[in-house]
C-alpha cells in the first residue's frame, strides 16, 4: 500500500514538473499567461489528475485563464501521454488555487495589527 501511494505522488509531481514546461515553453495562448501549477492531486488509478494553479491577476480576470486552460486541456493532455510513460493518461481537471492569495491577504491583516498593535503601543508609553 504504501509504495503505490508513494508512485501516486511522484507521478503527480512529474505531472507538475511536464505540465509547468508545456505551459511555459508550448502554450501560446495569451488568455494563460503566468500561471504558476502549485500542486497536483492523481487518483489511484491514475484516470483523473486535479491541477491546481495560481496566477497574479486581477480576480476578475481568472475567468478568462479558466476558459485558456479549458482549450488548451487537450493539447496538454496529448503531449503529456507523449512525454510520460504512463498506461493511463489522466483527464486533466485545472482549479484555481486561492491559497497564495489568502496567505497574501492573511499577511498584510497580520503586519497592519502589528504597526496597530506598535502605535498604540508608543501612545500608551508616550503618556
Known amino acids: 500500500m504504501p509504495k503505490d501511494f508513494s508512485r501516486t505522488l511522484r507521478v503527480a509531481d512529474q505531472i507538475q514538473r511536464e505540465l509547468a ?6 502554450i501560446k ?3 494563460i499567461g ?4 502549485t500542486a497536483v492531486e492523481v ?13 497574479l491577476i486581477n480576480p476578475e480576470d ?8 479549458e482549450n488548451a486541456k487537450g493539447f496538454l493532455r496529448s ?3 507523449h512525454r510520460m ?5 489522466p483527464q486533466l481537471h485545472f482549479v484555481y488555487d486561492e491559497s ?6 492573511l499577511s498584510k491583516l497580520i503586519d497592519e495589527a502589528v504597526a496597530q498593535d506598535q502605535a498604540h503601543h508608543h501612545e500608551d508609553s508616550d503618556k
Open 79 to 81: 503531449n503529456l501521454s
Open 62 to 69: 481568472i475567468p478568462l485563464v479558466e476558459k485558456g486552460l
Open 100 to 105: 497564495v492569495e489568502r496567505g497574501m491577504y
Open 29 to 31: 495562448d495569451p488568455r
Open 21 to 26: 514546461d508545456l505551459i511555459q515553453n508550448e
Open 43 to 55: 487518483t489511484r488509478d491514475y484516470s483523473h489528475a486535479k491541477i491546481f494553479y495560481t496566477a
Open 85 to 89: 510513460k504512463l498506461r493511463i493518461t
Open 34 to 37: 503566468s500561471i504558476t501549477i
